[in-house]
């Protein structure tokens, strides 16, 4: 498998791991609130990362990215059947990504400065994997409140995960 191939794979795998989280929800636990802890919801979290790869796939072809852009749309947060479904989307279109477009380079901007910043849709594609990571920790914390057991890998990082398999194995 070549390192682009590699980083569609990681983003699906990701994308799928939080699909699986999705299924041991119920429409309730998605929206429940965890304040003072927290002040959003898993349903929040999940329409914060998954509008990332919207606008990330919705204006790849003008090659010019702007994560600010995004819809902010309430029903991804507030109902978990849409949201399965928008993952399912998402890791669809990026299924379909071809390996000579990881190369191209792409702008990216934001609303608040007026500098540029030339990157390149690999380097993009580790931002989202990354970011929704980050945010898959965040979940489980909350899943952790309502009482909801995870995956003890869910919202680790890969590098965390490769280098504690590789210390359990030298420790076993």
């Known amino acids: 498998m070549n390192s682009y191939t590699s980083l569609i794979k990681s983003n699906l795998d990701t994308l799928n791991e939080g699909l699986s989280f999705l299924d041991s929800l119920s429409p309730a636990q998605y929206t429940a609130s965890h304040q003072p802890a927290f002040l959003g919801t898993i349903g929040a979290h999940y329409r914060h990362f998954l509008e990332h790869y ?46 000579t477009t990881l190369d191209e380079e792409v702008t990216v901007k934001d609303q608040q400065t007026s500098q540029p910043v030339k990157s ?24 952790r ?7 003890p890998d869910f919202g680790v990082a890969i590098a965390t995960k490769t280098f504690n398999q590789k210390s359990n194995l030298a420790a076993g």
């Open 145 to 151: 409140l309502l009482g909801l057991e995870t995956s």
């Open 120 to 143: 390149s849709v690999a380097r993009e594609l580790l931002f989202l994997q990354a970011h929704t990571v980050h945010h898959y920790a965040l979940i489980a914390a909350m899943a």
């Open 54 to 99: 919207r606008c990330f796939l919705a204006q790849l072809e003008q090659q010019e990215l702007c994560f600010d852009a995004r819809e902010r749309e309430s029903e991804l947060e507030n109902d978990l059947e849409y949201a399965k479904q928008t993952v399912q989307g998402i890791a669809t279109s990026l299924s379909l990504l071809k390996s």
